[in-house]
């Protein structure tokens, strides 16, 4: 358990409201935390740097990096000639996908393997002077010139402001992100899972850097906020079948008696017009000043990766409080009157009498586990006496991962790759020619082939099943090779019928684990051929029903069009709540659903991702060639626990602040069903009456999540936390969490989109935003701000667009991107806001040999 900050805020009236600016024409907050300050030292740099994880998976977080980079670190090993060829092909390939020449280093990396060397100093300095860039030596293993390398690509940049981004680009295993973790945290990490893509923030100071002139930083200032106004247009055309239809469609709807915006084509809010006055924003007629109230950090953050760990198990069982169940933990106080032990419920105030408990046997620390039930699974069963290599290989695992991928006729249809991966592909192939489109259902059988290799290296116990569907149902591998089962006639059956008939299959078709069943699945994906409409409601029920009795499983849907057969379908009526029926039922079977869309075609995603909301899984909508990424993450957003509900105490003077659990309570409970490593919740609190709170000195706070482990082991772990309490705002600021308020922030900003509050969700993540920048005192606190203001840039982006073309009349996610970008903010990680140190811990992951080679390996040939 995490708060928003070390101290619980009690509040202060003269501290507690804020002059904002906001638009008189459509009532955005203008006041930011963005506006370049005078005060450059010429010599502080916040870098954003980002590890990319290969260049033949498509990424488009690399993509867009490597876009707007200012700096790029091309790197290769001396014991590879193979990566000193392709950092040439890197550059080459820089060159064609930026529109000025790129500001780059050639790095030699593993100098502390010198003796294994295969690529002379000589043959790299040769390479760098030919392409023109300055070359150095380093190691990752001893830190050798790795900070002198940053720097020196530093020196390389025009300073526009103390902000760079830098890529960090090489081939496979030369170290790139032992590079970047030893740069940002000074560690050296061996075994570092290479297919993990992140980006992580460092605060350098650069010596010998020439300044811009006031004049010339203006004039880019300028730049940067037209050119705002053109990436949105293009985004709009892409996003659009016919930007001149949304256009006229938008002129028709638009309200009469709203006059129209000011400001270019509709599409940005007053702050980017064409005519900022000297500070940045709109003319003083356009802006208003109001008070708002400052946000705080009374926010807890409730984790669930640690369900995972190593059990704190206390013996006997959980003393609760008579009246609201709070287990006795180190936060409560026992007193004595004559022989009898009292104990006054910290979150209640209940007077629990006649306990048969000491002060010395009260469960002590953070984290205790009670057993509810035992394990299911024997020591035996779960022991692994193979040798290091073979429990690499051997991993366990449970459920059942279904995919179920859509191959109606609208799969044939093409898709352009993007630019810079067809560049890519062709400078590779050295210019014999570019292929610049594929199918999606080529791009799909691709990628089902990826995964099912990785998962055969990986998890080779694991239970797949292959299924795919168009007007009717079919499985297509993962268990027998004959005879395979389809079910046709969806239209008219319902959900409860669809249900049955998968149940009735997974007792008719058992399946084998992947490493028995992989060839046959890998055949019958290579013969996969498009036909029918899409029946994804009965796809997805059946599937459901498969699993129904097989805890932990998992339900991969792909899709590219709108669900139009049988239960579920978006024809005409708008059948919304049938995704919200199977979610529910989804959940209470512990089975995750994941929503993937492809193509540029609406799949109505605004109904039938509350399936995959409802249960804590991922809701995407990308380009095809983006679709082998997206199933990796899914794969390592493993399953931790089962069955889980969380119930959370809050002392009686605070209740909380989520409008979604009803008002002035102080305990409530969540059915979460499966969580997942990288899930989370948040909730916000206040004071009750802040009038009647000032003495307070300390705030105790429990959660108790109920939950089943792997082994079957039913448990209640308690998280118990006690925590000071000021009324000084500066003190709270300054202590500030910035990854529990980043995900805070997300979750809230998303669901008061989703609800069509946009203009309290774009008022209140602006809120957060000025308190980060407030709070950010120390490097390590400025080194997170960047993170936060570049993880929260896409949403904030999306609600601006939004608000200045509909204002706070309609909801926001009404188009697939828009409900791709809520869901997406919704299920951020803590690692996104998250220190240094801490990511480089969370990507530590020993591979195997064969593992490695096949990710090193791969070719993305088309």
Known sequence: MELGSTFVYLGNDAEDEEEIQISEVNNIAISDSDSDTNDDDNQTCLLDILDTAGQEEYSALRDQYVQSGNGFLIIYSITDRESLKEAETIYNWLKRVKSDTPYAILVANKQDMISEAIVTSQEGKDLATRLGIPFYETSAKTGTDVTEAFSGLIRTIPRVSSEYKIVMLGAGAVGKSCLTVRFVSNVFVDEYDPTIEDSYRKMITVSGLKPLSKDERKKLKMKKKQSSVADTENNMSRNSKSIEAFRTLKKLFRPPSKPPPRF??????????????????????????????????????????????????????????????????????????????????????????????SEEEIPKGDVIDFMLSPATKTSAESENTASDELALKKGTSEGVIVYCMDISSSMEATCHIPESQAAWREERAQGSGPVTRVTRISCIKRAIQRLAEQLKLEQPDKHVLLSVFSSDYYIKGGGATENLPECQALGNKTFDELLQMGLNLSASYPLLDIEHSHEFIDAAVKGLVTTGCTALGPALSICTGFVSKIPGSEIVLC????????????????????????????????????????????????????????????????????????????????????????????????????????????????????????????????????????????????????????????????????????????????????????????????????????????????????????????????????????????????????????????????????????????????????????????????????????????????
């Open 264 to 357: 270019k084509d509709d599409h940005l809010p007053p702050r980017f017009s064409n005519r900022p006055t000297a500070n940045g924003l709109l003319d003083s007629d356009r802006v208003k000043k109001i008070k708002e109230r400052k946000t705080d950090g009374n926010v807890i953050l409730i984790p669930f990766k640690n369900l995972a760990d190593d059990l704190q198990l206390v013996t006997g069982d959980p003393v609760k409080c008579g009246q609201c169940k709070a287990v006795l933990t180190s936060t409560a106080r026992l007193e004595h009157e004559g022989d009898a032990t009292i104990w006054n419920c910290e979150f209640c105030h209940h007077k629990n009498t006649d306990l048969d408990i």
């Open 559 to 862: 899709t590219d069009g709108e669900p139009n057969v049988g239960v579920g379908s978006l024809n005409g009526n708008q059948n919304g709540d049938f995704y919200r029926m199977i979610g529910n039922y989804a959940r209470s079977k512990d089975i995750t659903i994941n929503i993937l869309a492809v193509g540029e075609d609406s799949v109505g995603l605004h109904h039938v991702s509350a399936a995959a909301e409802l249960t804590g899984g991922t809701t995407n909508k990308l380009n095809p060639v983006e679709i082998i990424r997206q199933l990796r993450l899914i794969a390592q957003n493993e399953v931790v626990a089962t069955t889980v509900t969380v119930r959370l105490f809050l002392q009686p003077e605070f209740v909380f602040d989520e409008p979604d659990y009803g008002e002035n309570l102080n305990t409530l409970e969540k059915e979460v069903g499966t969580a997942r490593k990288e899930a989370n919740l948040t909730f916000r609190f206040k004071l009750k009456d802040a009038t009647q709170a000032k003495n307070l000195n300390s705030v105790p706070f429990q959660a108790q999540i109920c939950y089943t482990r792997k082994d079957g082991m039913r448990c209640l772990r308690v998280l118990s936390k006690q925590t000071e309490a000021t009324s000084d705002r500066q003190t709270m600021e300054q202590n500030i969490n910035i990854a529990v308020m980043g995900v805070s922030a997300m979750k809230t900003t998303a669901k008061l989109a989703n609800a069509g509050k946009n203009i309290d969700a774009q008022h209140h993540l602006k809120n957060v935003k000025r308190l980060v920048h407030r709070g950010a005192v120390t490097a390590d606190k400025q080194e997170q701000t960047l993170a936060f203001r570049s993880e929260i840039a896409t949403l904030e982006k999306g609600l601006l667009e939004d608000l200045s073309c509909n204002g706070d009349n309609a909801t926001i996610a009404t188009s697939d991107l828009k409900t791709k970008m809520l869901q997406t903010a919704y299920n951020t990680r803590t690692t996104r806001f998250a220190s240094n140190s801490v990511k480089a811990r969370g990507h530590f992951k020993v591979m195997s040999s064969a593992q490695k080679l096949s990710y090193y390996d791969y070719k993305d040939d088309e």
